[in-house]
């Protein structure tokens, strides 16, 4: 965080626009803690890892928190497991804003019988058959999250993934100065990728 003496900022614009800055990202940290905590107490403080959880407090992940929140007031009960692979994955293929398409007004299973999974979910987010077929190809197919990967990492089918992941982290982390956006979103696709890149 940075530091300025009560004269600097009297004197110096720029101060006080780097402390609205800093205000407003603290400010959006803990509006997204709130919700994951509120997330939380609906799972009877468990279904979800709180270590996982903790990773989510970023915009990037906000929409699937907004939706996990919404099925857990509508009282449906869901695989936590299952949700929290599919997002995974839905982050690893650039699909993510896939789930602000999603109601649970238009769902059309009810609550109570039984769990939903990330399948009953995906197919509510699609408008039509056709697009579920199409997102599901992309989805289902690892060559997409290298694809992506590559494409955020901005390298070249020759480039070793690995060491310009390495590059990446080094000069974008967050605490660095990086977009949180961005680095959620490639590390999201590496670690994808790397699971796969494994079995």
Not at 155 to 167: F, L, N, V, Y
Request: with cysteine.
């Amino acid at each position: 965080m940075t530091m300025f003496s009560r004269a600097s900022v009297i004197t110096q614009p720029e101060a006080i626009a780097d402390i609205k800055a800093e205000a407003k990202k603290t400010l959006e940290l803990i509006e997204h803690c709130e919700r994951l905590q509120q997330l939380r107490k609906y799972n009877d403080w468990g279904r979800f890892e709180w270590s996982y959880m903790c990773t989510w407090a970023n915009p990037v992940d906000e929409p699937f928190i907004k939706l996990m929140l919404s099925l857990s007031k509508h009282k449906y009960d869901y695989g936590a497991i299952s949700m929290h692979r599919w997002w995974r994955r839905l982050k690893a293929v650039n699909q993510q804003n896939l789930v602000t398409f999603f109601t649970y007004v238009n769902f059309k299973k009810q609550p109570g019988d039984g769990q939903l999974y990330w399948y009953d979910v995906y197919q509510q987010c699609c408008k039509t058959a056709e697009t579920f077929a199409k997102m599901d190809a992309v989805y289902r197919d690892d060559t997409f999250v290298e694809m992506n990967l590559r494409a955020l990492l901005g390298i070249s089918q020759q480039r070793d993934i690995k060491e310009a992941w390495k590059e990446f982290a080094k000069t974008n982390h967050p605490d660095k100065g990086g977009s949180v956006e961005k680095f959620v979103l490639v590390k999201a696709a590496y670690e994808e990728w790397l699971l796969n890149a494994k079995t």
